[in-house]
């Protein structure tokens, strides 16, 4: 490789998809290819893309959440810049590394903040997965019980303790058998969590306040009654916050809108990468920790390589003092309910739409086959019969192509779009993506012109691009 690495870097542009189709995923590059999203991006910057062509397209998919504070924000960067400059000694594991105490000083502090009294332990890992993974090991250890229950539609990632608690048959399928001792329930169903935890042999209940893959929020009244049922038969509550933690809801943590929600472990990831590195994180009660690591002999009994790293460390502490100082939960809180209130006026001129739901930062808009007129019932059937999924495309393929924007669909066979945008997005364009959204909803009003292109674009997409 010649000396100047982005200039070799610049001269391979434009070769990525040749590549990932040859050595990475051909079916994915099929996908994007097939939906005509296989644009070659070469710049990001706060919740802008841009692409070698000069277009600039709007980032609400957040690279799954993560950009929370949009693109190569400056702070985290030189914050970064500075930690590689120093020649720090890094991962030395046995030491304590600094940088480490005091993330996780921050996470505890914001977790106690409000409820969540008690949370004042740390661990860290590389991402969401190895998160829920750490809590389930966590749960079982401390109450020596083997059960662990989960809710309908839930995603707590896809390595195999946590895809054993995926509500989708689509994620779980061929992939043998998943860890045994788990259940199933309907979201926010307390009876059938009462019932559930009645043989008083379960060590857990994991849940999203806010579900990535539905957009439903947790009922008033629920995560409170969850706490109370769960302690009374000595299982812990886990609350899945890797996607809508950190602010994304408009508090630092999701749990934390409902005051007497007790969780006894909480999960984050994806934000508080700063949209850097990888890395995740289990807030837990001492108690809980000390049962795993009860001695000098476990002290490491549940642990790995990377964790702690002084990259994801610095990443994540840059992430929670531009959080802290540009308050941005409470901007969230005020940006997000505009938002969807502004978002849920534009669907009701849109008899597709039969949802708009989410809390703060993260929403969604669900359609469904309309009651009437006729001539959009049929049309939703005629593209039913095309692909089981298609219906989501007709909605962020045009958004893509025609505004710049960049959306995802939330589910495998929902009907759910999701948007994620950076937590900073500016209120400019918030109003452009509304202006978007709104012509969008026209112009499923009109299938002939609009659906024609769709459809041709989709006929070959068998898949949503969903996770
Ligand atoms: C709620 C939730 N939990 C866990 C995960 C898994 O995180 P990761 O993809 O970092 O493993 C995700 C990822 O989307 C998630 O949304």
Redesign the pocket.
């Given at each position: 490789m010649p000396q100047g690495f982005l200039t070799w870097l610049d001269a391979q542009q434009g070769r990525q998809y040749e590549l990932h189709e040859r050595h990475i995923n051909p079916a994915f590059v099929k996908t994007i290819r097939t939906i005509g999203f296989d644009r070659n991006y070469i710049r990001g910057e706060g919740e802008w893309l841009f692409d070698a062509e000069g277009h600039r397209y709007l980032d609400l998919l957040t690279g799954?959440?993560m950009f929370a504070l949009g693109r190569n924000h400056p702070r985290v960067r030189s914050i970064l810049e500075q930690v590689l400059s120093r020649d720090m000694p890094n991962l030395v594991r046995m030491d304590c590394s600094l940088l480490a105490g005091l993330v996780a000083e921050k996470l505890v502090s914001h977790a106690c903040a409000d409820s969540g009294q008690g949370l004042s332990r740390v661990f860290f890992c590389n991402?969401?997965?190895?998160?829920?993974e750490a809590a389930i090991k966590f749960a079982r250890c401390h109450t020596r019980k083997p059960r662990i229950l989960f809710c309908d539609h839930a995603?707590?990632?896809?390595?195999v303790g946590?895809l054993s608690l995926n509500g989708s048959e689509f994620f779980r399928e061929r992939f043998g058998e998943l860890m045994p001792g788990t259940e199933k329930l309907p979201f926010n169903d307390l009876a059938a969590l009462e019932r559930a935890l009645q043989a008083k042999d379960v060590a857990a209940f994991v849940v999203?306040p806010v579900q990535?893959k539905t957009c439903e929020v947790v009922a008033d009244g629920y995560l409170e009654q969850a706490t109370r049922l769960c302690h009374r038969a000595g299982a812990l509550l886990v609350v899945?916050?890797?996607?809508?933690g950190l602010g994304r809801t408009g508090k630092w943590f999701a749990f934390q809108h409902w005051r007497e929600a007790e969780p006894d472990i909480v999960?984050v990831?994806?934000a508080l990468s700063g949209g850097y590195v990888?890395v995740?994180a289990v807030i837990s009660r001492a108690a809980i920790m000390d049962s795993v690591f009860d001695g000098m002999e476990r002290c490491v009994v549940h642990s790995n390589t990377f964790g702690q790293n002084d990259l994801a460390m610095a990443a994540a502490l840059a992430t929670l003092q531009v959080m802290e100082e540009g308050e941005i939960p409470s901007r969230v809180a005020k940006l997000g309910e505009s938002t969807i209130a502004r978002l849920t006026e534009i669907g009701r001129t849109c008899p597709f739409v039969y949802d708009v739901r989410g809390k703060g930062l993260m929403f969604g808009i669900d359609f469904r086959r309309p009651e009437s007129p006729l001539k959009l019932r049929a049309a939703w059937d005629a593209l039913h019969l095309l692909n089981e999924g298609v219906f989501s495309q007709t909605v962020i393929v045009p958004l893509l192509h025609e505004h710049h924007i960049l959306a995802q669909v939330a589910g495998y066979h929902t009907e759910l779009i999701k948007f994620l945008p950076p937590l900073t997005v500016s209120e400019e364009a918030i109003d452009y993506f509304l202006v978007a959204m709104r012509k969008v909803l026209d112009n499923l009003q009109r299938p002939a012109a609009a659906w024609d292109t769709v459809c041709t674009l989709a006929k070959g997409a068998a898949t949503q691009l969903t996770?």
């Amino acid at each position: 490789m010649p000396q100047g690495f982005l200039t070799w870097l610049d001269a391979q542009q434009g070769r990525q998809y040749e590549l990932h189709e040859r050595h990475i995923n051909p079916a994915f590059v099929k996908t994007i290819r097939t939906i005509g999203f296989d644009r070659n991006y070469i710049r990001g910057e706060g919740e802008w893309l841009f692409d070698a062509e000069g277009h600039r397209y709007l980032d609400l998919l957040t690279g799954w959440g993560m950009f929370a504070l949009g693109r190569n924000h400056p702070r985290v960067r030189s914050i970064l810049e500075q930690v590689l400059s120093r020649d720090m000694p890094n991962l030395v594991r046995m030491d304590c590394s600094l940088l480490a105490g005091l993330v996780a000083e921050k996470l505890v502090s914001h977790a106690c903040a409000d409820s969540g009294q008690g949370l004042s332990r740390v661990f860290f890992c590389n991402s969401g997965t190895e998160s829920v993974e750490a809590a389930i090991k966590f749960a079982r250890c401390h109450t020596r019980k083997p059960r662990i229950l989960f809710c309908d539609h839930a995603f707590h990632g896809l390595t195999v303790g946590s895809l054993s608690l995926n509500g989708s048959e689509f994620f779980r399928e061929r992939f043998g058998e998943l860890m045994p001792g788990t259940e199933k329930l309907p979201f926010n169903d307390l009876a059938a969590l009462e019932r559930a935890l009645q043989a008083k042999d379960v060590a857990a209940f994991v849940v999203e306040p806010v579900q990535g893959k539905t957009c439903e929020v947790v009922a008033d009244g629920y995560l409170e009654q969850a706490t109370r049922l769960c302690h009374r038969a000595g299982a812990l509550l886990v609350v899945d916050e890797v996607q809508c933690g950190l602010g994304r809801t408009g508090k630092w943590f999701a749990f934390q809108h409902w005051r007497e929600a007790e969780p006894d472990i909480v999960c984050v990831a994806k934000a508080l990468s700063g949209g850097y590195v990888p890395v995740g994180a289990v807030i837990s009660r001492a108690a809980i920790m000390d049962s795993v690591f009860d001695g000098m002999e476990r002290c490491v009994v549940h642990s790995n390589t990377f964790g702690q790293n002084d990259l994801a460390m610095a990443a994540a502490l840059a992430t929670l003092q531009v959080m802290e100082e540009g308050e941005i939960p409470s901007r969230v809180a005020k940006l997000g309910e505009s938002t969807i209130a502004r978002l849920t006026e534009i669907g009701r001129t849109c008899p597709f739409v039969y949802d708009v739901r989410g809390k703060g930062l993260m929403f969604g808009i669900d359609f469904r086959r309309p009651e009437s007129p006729l001539k959009l019932r049929a049309a939703w059937d005629a593209l039913h019969l095309l692909n089981e999924g298609v219906f989501s495309q007709t909605v962020i393929v045009p958004l893509l192509h025609e505004h710049h924007i960049l959306a995802q669909v939330a589910g495998y066979h929902t009907e759910l779009i999701k948007f994620l945008p950076p937590l900073t997005v500016s209120e400019e364009a918030i109003d452009y993506f509304l202006v978007a959204m709104r012509k969008v909803l026209d112009n499923l009003q009109r299938p002939a012109a609009a659906w024609d292109t769709v459809c041709t674009l989709a006929k070959g997409a068998a898949t949503q691009l969903t996770r």
